[in-house]
């Protein structure tokens, strides 16, 4: 088994004209979601992340407001999540609920371990 980085892009701005209680029942079916992967042992960890950030560059000589990604690009959040190989992490993906909204996409990468 290996671990895999699921990156969440885009739907935030579907999201943002949702109803309250839109947004509440969206993030049940979310909680369902991880929730099934958690009972399979697949779910090692993720949350959603803010979307201000900074910008480090130089070794902290020039810090910026950040990201700086367009909408479709920023990243909103993120999971790890226990898979045989990247197919099958591929497969897994395709259950996010992110997939409700247009222009959103899951990006999926391999976590490699540093070799001393």
Request: proline share 3%; hydrophobic share 40%; charged share 30%.
């Amino acid at each position: 088994m290996s671990n895999f980085l699921y990156l969440f892009r885009g739907g935030d701005d579907a999201f943002d004209k949702l109803s309250q209680e839109e947004k509440q029942a969206h993030m049940e079916v979310w909680g369902q979601w991880m929730g099934g992967l958690q009972e399979k042992g697949q779910l090692l960890d993720g949350l959603p992340l803010d979307k201000d950030g900074k910008v480090v560059k130089n070794r902290g000589d020039l810090v910026t407001n950040g990201p700086f990604a367009e909408g479709a690009e920023m990243v909103g959040g993120y999971l790890i999540v226990s898979a045989k190989n990247i197919d099958e992490a591929v497969e897994i993906s395709k259950g996010c609920p992110i997939f409700d909204y247009e222009g959103a996409f899951v990006e999926v990468r391999e976590i490699l371990t540093m070799e001393h």
